[in-house]
């Protein structure tokens, strides 16, 4: 240890420098000291060379990772988020109207069974939707018509509730209502209290 030539306090050979410069600045000895230690070997700390940045090995597979994960992410995000319902979500108290359509759906002559809480999901409730299944017996499903405000009570079309269900209309062989026949047509409008058989050749579930 080395001692101030000024205030004796003990300090370290590298550091007595900035100490004069730091404490002393205005003594008026200092400026020759400084030039004077500035010659003298060992009294300037050397300085350290930084070592180039470099990655490790698993930081560069962890970057390359999270970079394809992200571009990944980019181009599924798209497919990933669900596609808006087909028809209002609604509070299904059917504040405008509230009606029922009864629909059977024949596949080579025997009842289709309709599942349960077709367009009801857990953030929505469409304004076409089922709440119990097919009747066992007769295959027939009631399908809920309940829009809420007078913008959304319009006739809806039994081709509209296949889109909300996820079946396509195809192509039916007979389609009656209310007993009559008539023309088979996926713009078929959702009536209340109204009865519906739609034939098929073939049709799945």
Request: net charge neutral; aromatic share 8%; charged share 15%.
């Amino acid at each position: 240890m080395d001692h101030c030539p000024i205030c004796d306090v003990a300090v370290r050979p590298e550091n007595l420098l900035r100490h004069l410069n730091d404490i002393h600045p205005r003594h008026p000895d200092t400026p020759k000291l400084v030039e004077r230690l500035k010659s003298e070997p060992g009294r300037i700390a050397a300085r350290r060379r930084s070592d180039p940045f470099r990655l490790k090995r698993w930081q560069t597979i962890a970057i390359l990772v999270a970079i394809l994960l992200g571009v990944g992410i980019y181009f599924l995000l798209p497919y990933l988020s669900p596609a808006p319902p087909l028809v209002p979500c609604v509070s299904g108290s059917g504040t405008a109207y509230h009606w029922h359509t009864y629909l059977t759906i024949k596949s080579a002559g025997n009842p289709v069974m309709i599942p349960a809480n077709i367009g009801i999901s857990f953030t929505c409730m469409e304004l076409l939707h089922t709440h119990g299944g097919s009747d066992p017996a007769t295959g027939q499903v009631v399908i809920h018509i309940e829009p809420d405000t007078a913008q959304q009570a319009r006739t809806y079309t039994v081709g509209e509730f296949f889109g909300v269900w996820g079946k396509p209309f195809g192509s039916p062989t007979r389609m009656l209502q209310n007993g009559n026949p008539i023309t088979p047509s996926s713009a078929v409008g959702l009536v209340d209290l109204e009865t519906l058989v739609i034939e098929y050749t073939s049709f799945s579930a």
